[in-house]
């Protein structure tokens, strides 16, 4: 099946600096990516969704200026946390999905754990 | 809204066990549900679906079906295998095409002993 590589898979940052999660499909374009993330012993919550070109839309309750999305080619977007607080220690997943497709279509990264001490 | 609810983990069986993992949900209009399996250090990759009900999705000895009545779409396998050890995502989405969006239950991670 499609692949979908994050990069890094986990990082540890101090309070206040800025994080950069890459997401990658590597063997399909992807028009649509989507963000979540998780956090323990819940479900995964979709932040937003990016179209290549264009600017994401998030989902209610998510900060833009805090979570940049870039989505700058059909193989990459990337995931900023900007300025980053204890309270933003998560895992977050990233999925890509083929064009014109839907669910079916849909392929996940393995995930980026963030701890920000 | 949309909502998925499954059984909390961990389940933990012995090799050849029956498996069931409980999915309910809520949702709004007539969701197309789906079954995700996440391995260890990898993304969570496509099990099963099943589109509208009474549908039985069914992959790599897995089964599971759309209950309308009882909202629920439980995932079975009539004999687990150590290979089987993952966590497993029930989800559902109420679009189709390039407009959906996935709404996802918190896991349920199996593990299977020798």
């Known amino acids: 099946g499609a692949v979908v590589s994050q990069h890094p898979s986990r990082v540890i940052c101090k309070s206040g600096t800025s994080v950069k999660i890459e997401c990658r499909s590597l063997?399909?374009?992807?028009?649509?990516m989507f963000w979540y993330r998780q956090f323990p012993k819940q479900s995964l919550m979709l932040m937003a969704t990016s179209n290549e070109g264009s600017k994401a839309t998030y989902e209610q309750g998510v900060e833009k200026d805090k979570f940049l999305i870039n989505h700058a080619s059909l193989t990459l977007s990337t995931l900023t946390v900007t300025s980053a607080h204890p309270e933003d220690s998560s895992f977050y997943i990233c999925?890509?999905?083929?064009?014109?497709?839907?669910?079916?279509?849909?392929?996940f990264g393995p995930g980026t754990r963030l701890l920000v001490l | 809204g949309n909502s998925v609810t499954q059984m909390e983990g961990p389940v933990t069986l012995s090799e050849e066990a029956f498996l069931t993992i409980n999915c309910t949900y809520t949702a709004t209009g007539y969701p197309s549900l789906f079954w995700y399996v996440q391995y260890p250090g990898e993304g969570l990759q496509l099990l099963l679906k099943a589109t509208k009900a009474d549908d039985k999705g069914s992959n790599k000895g897995f089964e599971a079906t759309y209950r309308k009545e009882t909202t629920s779409f439980h995932l079975e396998k009539g004999s687990v295998q150590v290979s089987d050890s993952a966590v497993y995502f029930c989800a559902l989405t109420t679009n189709t095409g390039t407009a959906s969006k996935l709404t996802f239950g918190t896991g349920t991670r199996l593990q299977v002993t020798l």
């Open positions: 999925s890509a999905r083929a064009p014109g497709g839907g669910p079916e279509t849909q392929y």
């Open positions: 063997d399909f374009q992807a028009t649509t």
